[in-house]
């Protein structure tokens, strides 16, 4: 198949349906081959615009979702960011294509997912660290975090990546219930501690599971 033109359509598509709108963002859905994330037998629907099995019950996300959720996540070169969900590594290569390689930690705790997200992002990074466990917990050896990205349902935010996070960094999460939708919610975390909330509509995602998970 002709990948290429089918991921310059794809971003076109996004570009004109508003989900899509900063030119970092742009330019990561451009260079990343979403096709090597993806399983082999569902491969050829890589660039339509749905959620696709990767295994254990988890999913890559609907591109139109993961360009929603990198857009409020308001990225920018030399970020430290801290994904929680590797999946199959695709968001965690387009983060790295906007903070950079080193810049980037992603967390998966299904193991044979950690794998392939391990195998995965060796094709786009040689850098990102991947590591297997309780995504959270957050990761202390590398906070404080400018943000914090869970790509999972949580039930609230958890208090560990509320304290890994630095004053002015944001963290990003599905938050509600298991079933059904949830809502895309933004903190702030503001100098006294405190966190101000911003939140982008309705959403639907797999669980997240841990300590301060469900």
């Not at 002015?168 to 949830?182: C, D, M, N, R, W």
Request: aromatic share 8%; glycine share 8%; hydrophobic share 40%.
């Amino acid at each position: 198949m002709e990948y290429e033109s089918l991921r310059a359509r794809m971003v076109e598509r996004l570009v004109d349906e508003g989900y899509i709108l900063s030119e970092n963002v742009r330019r990561a859905f451009e260079a990343v081959p979403r096709e090597l994330f993806v399983p082999s037998e569902y491969r050829a629907r890589s660039y339509v615009d749905m959620p696709l099995p990767i295994g254990e019950g988890q999913t890559i996300s609907a591109p139109s979702m993961v360009a929603i959720m990198l857009e409020v996540s308001d990225l920018s070169e030399g970020l430290n960011t801290l994904e929680i969900g590797a999946g199959s590594g695709y968001n965690a290569c387009l983060i790295a294509q906007i903070v950079g390689d080193d810049h980037l930690v992603t967390i998966e705790r299904i193991h044979t997912v950690y794998m392939q997200a391990k195998e995965n992002l060796t094709r786009c990074s040689k850098a990102v660290d991947v590591v297997h466990g309780d995504g959270t917990e957050g990761w202390p050896a590398k906070a404080p975090y400018d943000r914090i990205i869970i790509t999972a349902a949580a039930p609230s935010l958890p208090n560990p990546l509320k304290e890994q996070l630095k004053v002015g960094g944001k963290l990003i999460a599905p938050v509600g219930k298991t079933a059904g939708f949830q809502t895309l919610t933004v903190a702030i975390k503001q100098p006294d501690g405190s966190f101000k909330e911003k939140r982008f509509g309705a959403c639907a995602f797999v669980p997240l599971i841990g300590t301060y998970g469900f």
